[in-house]
C-alpha cells in the first residue's frame, strides 16, 4: 500500500469514528436533557438542587401539594408547573437578589410523580408510568409492555378533570389496532388509568344430539343465544329433536327446565333464549 492510500485509510477511520462518537454519546445525552428540560414539575416530584461552590444549599426535596419547595436561605418558593429550565432560571434570580452574584443553579428531577397514568389490566407490565411530554394511548400501551393476547376488543380510557369531574371513554381495539383510525389514538392526560379488560367468557354445556357436545367457553362480547351456542357446538345431528331442546338454570338453588322449540326460533316465530352463566343444554334424539 503506498502512502497516499495509507493516509485516505487513515482519513476514513478518523471521520467514521468521529460520527460514531456523534451520533450514539451526544443523542443519548440530548434526549436526556430534552426529556428533562420539557417536563413542567409538579406536587410529588422529587427534585435535586446544587448551587455552584455554595453546597450549603444543595438539597433534595419533594414538590409539596400545592406545588412549592422549601430552601435554606430562600424560603417558600413556588415552582409547580415550571420546567427544569425555568426553576433554574428562578432560583438563581432569587439567589442574586441577596446572597450572590452570578448564582450558578442546577436542577436534577429524580423522580417524575405528578405526571403519570395508570394501566391495569392485559398488558406485558401493568403499572404506573411517566407521562413526559405529549403521548398517545399507542405509545404508553408500547411502553407498557403490549398487549396480552387474553384481551377483549375494547380499552376503557377513566380521565379525572380538576373540578372533580369523571369522565370514561371507550376505545375499540379494532378500529385502532387493525383500522388504524388515528382518532382511536387518543392524547394522554395526567391522572388517566387505561383499564384493558380481558375476553369474558361464559360457559355453557351441551349434551346430546350435537355434532361437539361438551363444555363451551364462550365469549362474551354480545348476548350469548341458544344459537350462537348450538353452532359453537357444531350444530345439531340428523337425530336431533328440535322441537324439544332443554335448557337446565340454577335459580336461588334450585334447578328450572325450560323446553324450547328451536324450529320456530329458526323460523323467526319464537325470539332467539339469551342464556346465562353455567346453563346446561340438553338436545334429545328424535323418535322417529
Known amino acids: 500500500m503506498n502512502s497516499k492510500k495509507?493516509?485516505?485509510?487513515?482519513?476514513?477511520?478518523?471521520?467514521?469514528s468521529f460520527?460514531?462518537?456523534?451520533?450514539?454519546?451526544?443523542?443519548?445525552?440530548?434526549?436526556?436533557?430534552?426529556?428533562?428540560?420539557?417536563?413542567?414539575?409538579?406536587?410529588?416530584?422529587l427534585i435535586t438542587i446544587s448551587v455552584f461552590e455554595v453546597p450549603e444549599l444543595n438539597i433534595t426535596v419533594r414538590i409539596s401539594e400545592d406545588g412549592t419547595i422549601t430552601l435554606p436561605l430562600l424560603g417558600r418558593v413556588e415552582v409547580g408547573?415550571?420546567?427544569r429550565f425555568q426553576v433554574e432560571k428562578k432560583l438563581a434570580a432569587l439567589l442574586e437578589e441577596k446572597y450572590?452574584?452570578?448564582a450558578q443553579v442546577t436542577v436534577f428531577i429524580k423522580e417524575y410523580q405528578s405526571k403519570t397514568v395508570s394501566i391495569i389490566g392485559e398488558v406485558g407490565?401493568?403499572?404506573?408510568?411517566?407521562l413526559i411530554g405529549k403521548q398517545s394511548l399507542l405509545q404508553m400501551l408500547s411502553t407498557a409492555g403490549g398487549l396480552r393476547d387474553t384481551t377483549s376488543d375494547r380499552i376503557i380510557i377513566i380521565r379525572q378533570y380538576k373540578s372533580g369531574k369523571t369522565s370514561s371513554l371507550e376505545i375499540n381495539l379494532d378500529e385502532l389496532m387493525i383500522k388504524g383510525n388515528?382518532?382511536?389514538?387518543?392524547p394522554l392526560e395526567p391522572g388517566d388509568i387505561i383499564?384493558?379488560?380481558g375476553e369474558r367468557y361464559l360457559d355453557i354445556y351441551v349434551f346430546g344430539q350435537v355434532k361437539n357436545p361438551g363444555h363451551l367457553k364462550v365469549k362474551k362480547n354480545g348476548p350469548i343465544t341458544l344459537l350462537k351456542v348450538?353452532?359453537?357446538?357444531?350444530?345439531f345431528v340428523e337425530r336431533a329433536r328440535k322441537s324439544a331442546v332443554t335448557i337446565a338454570r340454577r335459580i336461588n338453588g334450585k334447578d328450572i327446565k325450560t323446553r324450547v322449540n328451536v324450529k320456530k326460533i329458526l323460523k323467526g316465530k319464537k325470539p332467539d333464549l339469551i342464556l346465562k352463566n353455567n346453563d346446561i343444554v340438553y338436545v334429545p334424539e328424535s323418535i322417529l
Open 6 to 16: 495509507f493516509i485516505i485509510l487513515i482519513f476514513i477511520i478518523l471521520i467514521l
Open 19 to 45: 460520527s460514531f462518537f456523534f451520533l450514539f454519546s451526544p443523542g443519548i445525552a440530548f434526549s436526556q436533557e430534552s426529556k428533562d428540560y420539557s417536563y413542567s414539575v409538579g406536587p410529588k416530584d
Open 81 to 83: 408547573g415550571l420546567t
Open 100 to 102: 450572590l452574584k452570578n
Open 125 to 130: 407490565n401493568p403499572g404506573s408510568y411517566e
Open 182 to 186: 388515528p382518532t382511536m389514538n387518543i
Open 195 to 197: 383499564n384493558v379488560p
Open 230 to 235: 348450538i353452532a359453537q357446538a357444531g350444530g
